[in-house]
Nanobody
Framework: QVQLVESGGELVQPGGSLRLSCAVS????????IAWFRQAPGKEREGVSC???????YYSDNVKGRFAISRDNAKSTAYLQMNDLKTDDTAIYYC?????????????????????WGQGLQVTVSS
């Protein structure tokens, strides 16, 4: 039984920061990629960031330089540090995991690659 449970603040002002957490159980996080996706109203779900099992990290152009993904394998928890938040960052954020590896890192930024999903967490950036 694989479970991903998200937590973290849901409301922040523009320019502020927020850290989301994703606690993973049922699989060994150190062996697989972990990713964050988001879906804004009226838009398709998009990849935000992912971390490979080998330490590589990847970001969408919209968040590069502002967001940082990290993982604590001992705690089986992934994080998404979000800085300089903008109104356009408002969305439901999901963490995702899969018990599979790819030689093509770009696969990890596609939602179809993942089998397991967190419940979704509303992040609202507003003054």
């Amino acid at each position: 039984q694989v479970q991903l449970v998200e937590s973290g603040g849901e409301l922040v002002q523009p320019g502020g920061s927020l850290r989301l957490s994703c606690a993973v159980s049922g699989l060994t996080l150190a062996n697989y990629p972990i990713a964050w996706f988001r879906q804004a109203p009226g838009k398709e779900r998009e990849g935000v960031s992912c971390a490979s099992n080998s330490g590589g990290t990847y970001y969408s152009d919209n968040v590069k330089g502002r967001f940082a993904i990290s993982r604590d394998n001992a705690k089986s928890t992934a994080y998404l540090q979000m800085n300089d938040l903008k109104t356009d960052d408002t969305a439901i954020y999901y963490c995702a995991a899969v018990e599979s590896l790819s030689a093509i890192p770009a696969q990890y930024m596609r939602s179809a690659w993942y089998d397991y999903w967190g419940q979704g967490l509303q992040v609202t950036v507003s003054s």
